[in-house]
């Protein structure tokens, strides 16, 4: 399995964990323009429409200005959003120019023999989707024939908030995604429920562990790990296979649950140029709109495809993190197309590996404490360094130490404790203020055993103290360490990344993992 | 924000409080006898420092600049344009000394310059200056190369002597003790021939080539520039700009350096000195009693402190002459300045001194 965790490796190790979630689009298109020595600042703003606040970020510089929120930019017209947000207005202008696009009917009737009437020449599988519900809660369910419909309709009635139903051709779990920005397609991919593949050597436990610690690699939600569970177990079985078994080399085994979470497979390289054209026509039909994500069905085997929608907000990782081809790195596209004077300009490239931090997002702007934040400028300069300092001490003063030489020195960086008297400090700056700092605390009488070294990793801007010395008048036992750091993690884990609340039935489900395994 | 532009080639960043602008010229002279250079004209600020970085060229071997750090931070963002591996700090001292509140802080703004450089570069200091004596080099993990006229400097000018409207000197040089001649005035500009003497010696310049480079130094106007005018009469400019320290350096070299029957000083406000314009001027009213000239004429209100302190330290009243209104004083100055007499003419450039050089050089003409 070709996994592509580590394809930009210069981004490894520096989207904070409060970026993991949903706020992972925002982040990295914002942090491409950041790491290029453009402007950011962030901001709160409550949308009328959809009853909540969003995160509107600013990138500029001397030249440009350009507001974005996830990475659509703010300057679309409202008419042109209006048009993509809405499934059916898109389908029939994509229509009237003779692009395909999947059937789609909206129905207020639970009469199951009008509603086979309605559907027909529908091909299956079909999405039910409620609409029109206050709490734009959507409930979906993919069906495979009409007593699947009938069955959804008649069981799940009350699950639904009103009666419209919108029902169109889906094959939800093996949509396609193309990026397209500025008339080029600059990612695509298929969505590909989970999978293991096979080495010939491997159980199907190891192959699972294995993959799991790629995952955990990704900046995600640590739920987006394959829990091997009974659950996993009851799959396998299904498909003639246990934890134990060695899968011969190549062989797929997908790994379907009902929380629905799915790969991508980058396929960009493999779409053909006339569909490439298509889907760069697409956008272009839409009055305005020079970038956006076309969902689209594909059937490579006879080089069909039916759109399915555009999309107002795009789940970046799928472009960057894809289990097989190559990662697509779409922010650079965007920014590059809002500020090309930018283009191959990373500062980043000369300098440690600076992140600039998301828990004031997170913390202050949402909850409409602060309305806005502006990030400081990329740390730039000759002789930047990042070094790692540990040591061990007993003094009850650290932190006014140390953080008056961060003060005063002007360095990023961090104070780590490792354990009750041993310490580590990340200083990234200037090489002279670094050494300044070292000798300083070789200086004092209070730091023992200090070591330096290279720090490869990266590096917040600003300074941050995370875990205080504590005054051994006041030490805490273990066990109220150990929850303290159970709570830091429980709370850095809060933001799950959930935007697809899709549910299938069994039988589909088998259907679609019978349809994928066809095209491997 | 731009990326840094790092040169494999000299790249040569010069700074300092005055003499930037002469150890340029000179560095840039001595250079472009055997490299094609890119020279920074004498505009150094952050936009002029953009500008030459884009019209550097891959055809420029060397490239010499002037970078003013006369307000903190300013070295930072220039290096940060372009990374020189040579660096020059020619003089710390008041110049400009509004920006700050000590003179430590202006050490601290011109040491941006070791701290911005690139850390395996050479950077050149002046061994004989009070207060670059305080730039704190035990990080600078670079060499460090002094240039002065007292013993222990890495290059030593000695039998310093004025010769031929230009100042004659020697120098060691691989050992070998070698003739040189750089046509501008005073010991400090000596100093400033011995950075671009020094920097050139690093890459293998001949002593020959050195001395063809110096020749070729074209005087700045307003620079302690000599004119010889009709009637054996000389002219000093140095109205370019002043601070104490370049001030008393023009005096001494008009007290030390020229002949003359009749030698006049026209002193003019010293701009930007901030909390230090009083003790400035005074240091210069202090400092005329080590010379002897027939007349020193001041204008302007800061300049009272130099009349006074002069006064206070029995300098001859009847000698000092202080104006207010510009006309009167050219009227004044174009009547003193008789056959065989020598004028220096030194100020800020605020104080508009060009107009008096003007009117003198419109009256009298230039003789060869």
């Known amino acids: 399995m070709n996994n592509n965790p580590n394809c930009f490796s210069e981004l490894e190790d520096i989207v904070p964990k409060t970026a993991y979630g949903e706020a992972f689009t925002i982040y990295m298109v914002a942090y491409e323009a950041w790491r290029r020595g453009l402007n950011v600042s962030l901001e709160n703003v409550y949308s009328s429409t959809e009853y909540r606040n969003h995160i509107h970020y600013r990138v500029f510089d001397n030249e440009n200005d350009e507001s974005f929120t996830w990475e659509r930019p703010l300057s679309m017209p409202k008419s042109t959003l209006r048009i993509i947000s809405s499934k059916s207005k898109t389908r029939r202008i994509l229509t009237k120019e003779d692009v395909p696009t999947v059937k789609s009917k909206v129905l207020n009737t639970t009469d199951p023999d009008l509603i086979t009437s309605r559907l027909e020449g529908f091909l299956f599988p079909l999405r039910i989707s409620s609409i029109d519900s206050p709490e734009h809660n959507e409930v979906n369910y993919i069906v495979s024939d009409f007593q699947e419909i009938k069955t959804i309709i008649k069981e799940k009635k009350e699950e639904f908030k009103s009666n419209k139903m919108l029902i169109e051709e889906s094959l939800s779990h093996e949509h396609c995604h193309a990026y397209i920005v500025n008339g080029e397609v600059v ?296 929850n303290i750091e159970d709570q830091e993690i429980t709370s850095s884990l809060k933001t799950n990344y959930n935007n697809n609340n899709l549910r299938k039935t069994p039988k589909t489900i088998k259907n679609i993992i019978e349809k994928i395994k066809n095209k491997f | 924000m731009e990326k840094t532009l790092y040169l494999d080639r000299p790249t040569v960043a010069i700074t300092g409080s005055f003499g930037k602008t002469t150890a340029k010229e000179i560095t840039a002279s001595i250079l472009s006898v055997k490299y094609d250079i890119y020279k920074s004209n004498n505009s150094n600020t952050i936009n002029a420092v953009r500008k030459h970085v884009k019209r550097i060229t891959d055809k420029h071997e060397a490239i010499v600049l002037e970078m003013a750090m006369n307000i903190k931070g300013t070295g930072k963002t220039k290096c940060t344009m372009i990374q020189p591996n040579i ?36 950077l050149y200091l002046n061994f004989d200056d009070e207060y670059s004596q305080f730039i704190d080099t035990q990080y600078f993990t670079g060499d460090i190369v002094k240039c002065g006229v007292s013993s222990g400097a890495d290059y030593r000018a000695t039998d310093i002597r004025f010769n031929n409207d230009g100042m004659e000197f020697f120098v060691k040089l691989k050992g070998v003790k070698e003739r040189m001649f750089v046509p501008v005035l005073g010991e400090h500009n000596v100093i400033n021939a011995l950075f671009g003497i020094a920097i050139a010696d690093k890459f293998n310049f001949s002593a020959d080539e050195i001395r063809k480079g110096l020749e070729n130094v074209e005087v700045q106007k307003g620079r302690l520039a000599l004119e010889h005018l009709e009637g054996n009469r000389k002219l000093l400019d140095d109205s370019h700009n002043a601070n104490p320290a370049s001030m008393i350096a023009g005096l001494k070299v008009l007290n030390n350096y020229i002949d003359g029957d009749k030698k006049i000083a026209l002193l003019g406000d010293m701009a930007e000195l901030g909390s230090f314009n009083r003790e400035g001027h005074e240091k210069v009213g202090t400092a005329l009693k080590k010379f002897e000239f027939d007349k020193v004429y001041l204008y302007g209100q800061s300049s009272k402190y130099i009349l006074n302190k002069a006064v206070e330290v029995g300098f001859s009243e009847n000698k000092l002459f202080h104006f207010d209104n510009i006309d009167h004083l050219i009227e004044e100055i174009v009547k003193e300045f008789e056959e065989n007499t020598t004028l220096m003419v030194k100020a800020s450039h605020a104080t508009n001194f060009s107009k008096v050089v003007e009117k003198i050089l419109d009256i009298y003409k230039r003789v060869e």
């Open chain 1, 187 to 482: 990612g695509a991919y298929r969505n590909v429920p989970l999978y293991i593949k096979g080495d010939g050597k491997k159980s199907v436990n190891e192959l699972l562990k294995e993959i799991n610690e790629l995952l955990n690699k990704i900046p995600s939600d640590r739920q987006f790990t394959i829990r091997i569970n009974k659950e996993i177990e009851e799959i396998l079985n299904q498909q003639n296979h246990s934890l134990n078994s060695v899968l011969k080399k190549g062989e797929i085994i997908f790994l379907d649950k009902e929380d629905e979470k799915n790969f991508s497979v980058d396929i960009t390289d493999n779409l053909p140029s006339n569909l490439k054209n298509d889907l760069i026509k697409v956008i272009s039909l839409i009055p305005n709109l020079s970038q956006g994500e076309v969902e689209f069905i594909y059937d490579e085997e006879y080089d069909k495809y039916k759109i399915y929608a555009i999309n107002t907000q795009v789940n970046l990782k799928k472009y960057l993190y894809p289990i097989e081809g190559s990662a697509r790195f779409i922010p650079k596209a965007i920014i590059d197309y809002y500020f090309p004077e930018t283009q191959e300009k990373y500062l980043s490239d000369d300098t440690p590996k600076f992140y600039f931090d998301y828990e004031i997002i997170e913390d202050e702007i949402q909850n409409a404490r602060l309305s806005k934040a502006v990030i400081p400028q990329y740390p730039y300069e000759p002789n930047l360094v990042a070094k790692l300092i540990t040591f061990t001490s007993s003094y009850d003063g650290i932190k006014e130490i140390i953080k008056s030489n961060f003060f005063k020195l002007n360095i990023n960086g961090e104070f780590n404790v490792i354990n009750e008297n041993q310490f580590e400090l990340i200083l990234a700056g200037n090489y002279q203020d670094v050494a300044y700092f070292h000798d300083f605390l070789k200086s004092q009488p209070y730091f023992e055993n200090i070591e330096f070294k290279d720090h490869h990793f990266g590096v917040r801007v600003g300074y941050s103290f995370n875990g205080l010395p504590i005054p051994k008048s006041n030490v805490l036992n273990t066990t109220e360490n150990q």
């Open chain 2, 87 to 122: 660096g020059v700090i020619t003089s710390v001292g008041h110049a400009h000394f509004k920006h700050f509140n000590s003179i430590y802080e202006i050490v601290k703004s011109k040491s941006e310059m070791m701290k911005y450089m690139d850390p395996k570069g050479t």
